[in-house]
């Protein structure tokens, strides 16, 4: 059941980009067509799961065990960097193919604050599920990225969606382009306030 939990918290109710205000630039700047936004949120799905996974071994065996936690921030930036070079270096001999079709998308993730900030919340906040508040193990801690990277997919889909549609509608001048753009990511993270009161 808590694995249910975190999946339903972390995709609609405390949605990293639309509660949390993480990863604004990027979902912001790809998120004009939806092939654009669904190839950077696969990519970001991939690397926020993958670096979660390193950055809380690191912690838990490493940063803790010699009581080097001051350094968790700088520690996790550099982990973040490091695996999204591997994970660029071993796509291009691997998979050309899947290389070329994340593209640019790679290299932006190392500068998302999206992926960082999961891998801190995992490590520094207490999660509360019914009565009790306890830090997440691994598995929880890999099902609480996984899905918060969907949340971020799924926001950045729907948004993505939205705009390619609103290119197609008469928009007054003064709120063409990126004006209309904030308001409707507005609108949507109002709409995912409603999911609120669904898990403490």
Same mark, same amino acid.
């Given at each position: 059941?808590?694995?249910?939990?975190?999946?339903?918290?972390?995709?609609?109710?405390?949605?990293?980009?639309?509660?949390?205000?993480?990863?604004?630039c990027?979902?912001?700047?790809?998120?004009?067509?939806?092939?654009?936004?669904?190839?950077?949120?696969?990519?970001?799905?991939?690397?926020?799961?993958?670096?979660?996974?390193?950055?809380?071994?690191?912690?838990?065996?490493?940063?803790?065990?010699?009581?080097?936690?001051?350094?968790?921030?700088?520690?996790?930036?550099?982990?973040?960097?490091a695996?999204?070079?591997?994970?660029?270096?071993?796509l291009?001999?691997?998979s050309?193919?899947?290389?070329?079709? !994340? +593209?640019?998308? %790679?290299?932006?993730?190392?500068?998302?604050?999206?992926?960082?900030?999961? #891998? /801190? *919340?995992? @490590?520094? =906040?207490?999660?509360?599920?019914?009565?009790?508040?306890?830090?997440?193990?691994?598995?929880?801690?890999?099902?609480?990225?996984?899905?918060?990277? !969907? +949340?971020?997919? %799924?926001?950045?889909?729907?948004?993505?969606?939205?705009?390619?549609?609103? #290119? /197609? *509608?008469? @928009?007054? =001048?003064?709120?063409?382009?990126?004006?209309?753009?904030?308001?409707?990511?507005?609108?949507?993270a109002?709409?995912?306030?409603?999911?609120?009161?669904?898990?403490?």
């Amino acid at each position: 059941m808590e694995y249910f939990l975190i999946i339903i918290s972390a995709i609609f109710v405390n949605n990293i980009v639309l509660a949390q205000f993480l990863g604004i630039c990027p979902f912001l700047g790809v998120s004009s067509k939806l092939s654009t936004a669904t190839g950077m949120s696969g990519a970001v799905c991939f690397v926020i799961t993958l670096a979660t996974l390193v950055t809380y071994l690191l912690n838990k065996y490493l940063l803790i065990p010699f009581e080097l936690e001051f350094l968790q921030t700088i520690a996790f930036i550099l982990v973040i960097a490091a695996l999204v070079q591997m994970v660029e270096i071993v796509l291009k001999k691997i998979s050309p193919s899947l290389y070329a079709a !994340l +593209g640019i998308f %790679l290299p932006l993730i190392t500068t998302n604050c999206a992926v960082l900030g999961v #891998a /801190l *919340n995992v @490590v520094t =906040k207490q999660f509360t599920f019914g009565e009790a508040a306890h830090w997440l193990n691994l598995g929880e801690s890999m099902v609480y990225a996984f899905a918060t990277s !969907l +949340g971020y997919g %799924l926001a950045m889909v729907i948004f993505a969606g939205l705009r390619e549609h609103l #290119a /197609l *509608n008469d @928009v007054p =001048k003064a709120f063409k382009g990126v004006p209309i753009a904030l308001i409707t990511v507005g609108i949507l993270a109002m709409a995912f306030m409603g999911f609120s009161g669904m898990v403490k």
